[in-house]
């Protein structure tokens, strides 16, 4: 049995404290009385609580795209698996981008973190050589792009289910990174 480590515990106090109160209220304090762990703890993992959001960010993002490959998991597989994530954390995300004084910081962090995986997997299909600059600006632009049109669908601008979203965002895969990615 795997034992959560303390940067998993203080994470799952802040978001059981991020479904009863506005996130921009909580506060350290809040995240350390409510799990039982001093301040000094926190410190020790994380700068501030948005340093922890980040983490925990980078975190589901590395657990879905470190998929890819293996036993045939394909790349509409991670699209439709992150839309639903998105989508099972809906409250929990909306709360995050409604009540942060950061909210673009967040949307850059998350393209940033979005961006990192994508080109870490680029390279690992590349043989890990260099890619030129057509690939990673297609990389960035791609992932800028799904990050700004997640965000407007979590906040409820647009009604698509998960397949429909991840269909949307394979459609829109710029052709120089079908070949990494589109494996038919």
């Excluded at 795997?2 to 304090?29: C, P």
């Excluded at 800028?144 to 601008?157: A, F, H, N, Q, R």
Aim: with cysteine.
């Amino acid at each position: 049995m795997k034992r959560k480590t303390a940067k998993e515990i203080l994470a799952d106090s802040f978001r059981e404290l991020a479904g009863q109160k506005k996130i921009d209220k909580i506060t350290i304090r809040d995240i350390t009385d409510n799990c039982g762990y001093s301040t000094a703890t926190f410190y020790r993992h994380f700068s501030d609580k948005y340093d922890l959001v980040a983490w925990e960010y980078a975190r589901g993002v590395v657990e879905i795209m470190d998929r890819i490959g293996v036993d045939e998991y394909e790349w509409k597989q991670t699209l439709l698996d992150g839309a639903k994530r998105f989508q099972e954390e809906k409250d929990y995300l909306t709360n995050l981008l409604l009540h942060t004084s950061g909210h673009d910081s967040f949307i850059r962090y998350m393209t940033e973190i979005n961006y990192a995986e994508l080109m870490k997997y680029l390279k690992k299909t590349n043989g890990r050589k260099e890619l030129d600059k057509e690939i990673a600006l297609c990389a960035r632009l791609y992932c800028m792009g799904t990050v700004c049109l997640t965000c407007e669908w979590i906040l409820g601008k647009y009604g698509e289910t998960p397949e429909e979203l991840a269909d949307i965002y394979e459609k829109s895969l710029p052709l120089p990174l079908h070949p990494y990615l589109l494996h038919k």
